[in-house]
Antibody, heavy 122, light 109 residues
Framework: DVQLVESGGGLVQAGGSLRLSCTAS????????MSWVRQAPGKGLEWVAN????????HYVDSVKGRFTISRDNAKKSLYLQMNSLRAEDTAVYYC???????????????WGQGTLVTVSS | EIVMTQSPATLSVSPGGRATLSCRASQSIRNNVAWYQQKYGQAPRLLIY???TRATGIPARFSGSGSGTEFTLSISSLQSEDFAVYYC???????????FGGGTKVEIK
């Protein structure tokens, strides 16, 4: 079965930190960029960050720059998101997703994990 | 940042009918757009990439079209499982500044 499984979400106070994890199984992990995408309650999707196959290139949405850090461990087929200085507006379900972009022309986020809820209380 | 605007926000369609969803980009993005379906309480699922190429396993009743700034997702002969929220996403500046539209909810009429 192709799976991405997130963990690490929970309730945290504003200003606090949280580390999310995402573990892959049944799919190629090391050959693809990986992303975090979030969805605030009742809202749309927002791309948060992504990381290159070897971890040597990373990009972030402006609203999390300097506060969030994306990383990966290819040996463990795992993706991480370290979230510091959390704000109420970071409250969301956080999904990890594989970037399916390839030389054969595929594109888009596929597959997605089931998501983990992060709630930041103010 | 490229802004993606979807319309309408909600679309009411009868089962067996046809749905036409629109997505407009704030600047030309060539064909660098993907479409996703999200059912309540579930993760999104990739439907279309490259504006018109169906992802693996996606039924032929889903089709995408457009280029530049105007894009369309069409769903012919709507099935009960197709009632969901649909999002467009651009990757023109990949790997940076990836953005989604606000979504269109397709509901039963």
């Amino acid at each position: 079965d192709v799976q991405l499984v997130e963990s690490g979400g929970g309730l945290v106070q504003a200003g606090g930190s949280l580390r999310l994890s995402c573990t892959a199984s049944g799919l190629t992990f090391t050959t693809h960029w990986m992303s975090w995408v979030r969805q605030a309650p009742g809202k749309g999707l927002e791309w948060v960050a992504n990381i290159k196959q070897e971890g040597d290139e990373k990009h972030y949405v402006d609203s999390v720059k300097g506060r969030f850090t994306i990383s990966r461990d290819n040996a463990k087929k795992s993706l991480y998101l370290q979230m510091n200085s959390l704000r109420a507006e970071d409250t969301a379900v956080y999904y990890c997703a594989r970037d399916s972009r390839s030389f054969s022309g595929e594109n888009g986020f596929d597959p997605w994990g089931q998501g983990t809820l992060v709630t930041v209380s103010s | 940042e490229i802004v993606m605007t979807q319309s309408p926000a909600t679309l009411s369609v009868s089962p067996g009918g046809r749905a036409t969803l629109s997505c407009r980009a704030s600047q030309s993005i060539r064909n660098n757009v993907a479409w996703y379906q999200q059912k309540y309480g579930q993760a999104p699922r990739l439907l279309i990439y490259g504006a018109s190429t169906r992802a693996t396993g996606i039924p032929a009743r889903f089709s995408g079209s457009g280029s530049g700034t105007e894009f369309t997702l069409s769903i012919s002969s709507l099935q009960s499982e197709d009632f969901a929220v649909y999002y467009c996403q651009q990757y023109n500046d990949w790997p940076q500044r990836l953005t989604f539209g606000g979504g269109t909810k397709v509901e039963i009429k």
